[in-house]
């Protein structure tokens, strides 16, 4: 067995982690996403087009804490009415959370894709389905729950620095176009990375430093191990997976089983790193075939999960109560679950 390859390879997806975590930094401290904003803020009519535009915008923010973010932003739209104001912490954690399933900036997709060897093309083909729910079921909300009224438009445009926009925030979204025509993406931002250094004239090594995860780094370079080792011994753990009546996912007490444990283990951590490497893991042992199929299952959990702590930040911008939150999430996730159920059994 050569242990160098165990160890080695894929590792790649670690320089590309590296250029999202410095580039993302380097965008949200010399705010490049201000004047997108704006624009939307300054050309749309329509208050509830608005609203989707801003939701939707403030999942690209390759920034953690988006939640935060969101809610500062909306919260600029929002009436005092506390009726009409509680809807917008719903609107909060939609647009919070649809880029777990598509955004290349996200350990979701990153983990999963290093895990498997995915192209991002690869990645979103397996949850391309879900995204689309999850756009729907967003632009549902919006536009059937809420009313012109519900939202206000006290925001004054600032004037749009052109500069800053097509050098700022034009070049992340050409190398997320770059990623679904097939670059490759550690390349793509390495060099992205190198572009926004330069760009900045952020020299600092420590500054640069503290943009990185170094804790996340880690834990996807095990990841990366692990699945070498299981795709290295596949057809002996496939072969025993077969023989185990609880372990045998074509089996249905072994899907419902599985199914059980990945769904449970996601609610009770609450944390969209340790699903996404339970994803990850689960799809190198049974199969790409099973990937949507587990991130419908892991990403559900997750989203309605006690220890998930984006519903506390809505409820505290917002006045939005958890039985709320509960009744419009626990639809979403139930549609995503029963549309991968579907396409995994056909």
Known sequence: MDYTSLILNKQVYLLYLLGV????????????????????FKKI???????TLTSLMTGVLPIPGRVTV??????????????????????????????????????????????????????????????????FYIGWYIFGKMSEDDIILNVKP??????????????????????IFGATHWIIFMGL??????????????KLNSYINWNLIGTLALIIIVSNIVNANYEDIKNFLETSTILNIN???????????????????????KYAGIVALLATIYGVGFLTWFIALEFSAYLISPTHKCTHIGRMYFGTSM????????????????????????
């Open 251 to 273: 089996t249905i007490i072994g899907f419902i089983t599985i199914s059980a444990l990945a769904y449970g283990s996601s609610f009770i951590l609450g944390s969209s790193g």
């Open 21 to 40: 975590m410095i580039s993302s930094g380097i965008i949200k401290d010399r705010e490049y996403f201000v004047d997108l904003f704006n624009i939307i």
């Open 70 to 135: 969101s809610a500062g932003i909306l919260n600029t739209l929002a009436p005092p009415d506390k009726k009409s104001r509680s809807k917008f912490g719903i609107i909060d954690y939609l647009a919070t959370h649809h880029y777990y399933l598509w955004s290349p900036l996200e350990k979701t997709i990153i983990v999963p894709m290093a895990a498997l060897g995915l192209s991002y093309a690869d990645m979103l083909s397996y949850t391309v389905g879900l995204l689309t729910i999850t756009i």
């Open 45 to 51: 009519k329509s208050k509830r087009l608005i609203v």
């Open 158 to 179: 600032e004037p749009i620095n052109f500069s800053r926009l097509i050098f700022g925030a034009i070049p992340l979204f050409i190398s997320i176009g770059a990623l």
């Open 323 to 346: 039985k709320k939150y509960y009744a419009i999430v626990s639809l979403w996730t139930a549609i995503m679950i029963g549309y991968a159920g579907l396409i995994t059994i056909m």
């Open 193 to 206: 990375t190198l572009y926004y250094i330069l760009y900045a004239k952020e020299f600092n090594i420590k």
